[in-house]
């Protein structure tokens, strides 16, 4: 009987801690705007033409992204943890902390490759590829935050 009990303790404990671990990750993509993520390394992945970028996992998702010139490429923090978005170097994004659930946005003005990094965890990279078009409607260079957590005072 000892036994028994035993199993059904740990078992409870493993469906607990199951859904704690992987219960919440997978709430968490249902309520994601249409940006796709892979289980691969942020680094690993190839340019993709969006101009959305996931924080999440300690990493930027896509790692790289192509986009015309006069884009806002916008950044949301789905970690659980505080990030920036920072230039490498020059003009470019320059986020506060972004909180979980807040987002950052920047417009590119100027063509050609600009790489950031995450201030807190400089092991973070991205890349933003911005291509010269003529339907594009270049407007000033500007950033913005925007907090979709309510419950954060930031």
């Known amino acids: 009987m000892r036994n028994a009990i035993i199993a059904i303790a740990v078992i409870a404990i493993l469906a607990v801690g199951g859904w704690a671990i992987f219960g919440r990750?997978?709430?968490?993509t249902n309520n994601s705007s249409k940006t796709s993520s892979t289980n691969s390394p942020a680094q690993n992945q190839s340019p993709a033409s969006t101009n959305a970028v996931t924080i999440q996992n300690f990493a930027f998702s896509p790692a790289s992204i192509t986009v015309k010139k006069g884009t806002m490429v916008t950044w949301t923090n789905k970690d659980s943890t505080a990030h920036t978005v920072t230039a490498d170097s020059g003009n470019g994004p320059a986020s506060q902390p972004l909180q979980p659930g807040q987002s950052y946005?920047?417009?590119?003005n100027q063509t050609g490759t600009f790489t950031y990094h995450c201030s807190i965890h400089p092991e973070m990279h991205g890349t933003v590829v911005v291509t010269d078009t003529t339907?594009?409607?270049p407007s000033s260079n500007?950033?913005?935050?925007?907090n979709s957590?309510?419950?954060?005072?930031?």
């Open 25 to 28: 990750s997978t709430d968490n």
């Open 105 to 108: 946005s920047f417009t590119y």
């Open 135 to 137: 339907s594009a409607t």
């Open 142 to 146: 500007n950033s913005t935050t925007t």
């Open 149 to 154: 957590n309510p419950s954060s005072p930031y």
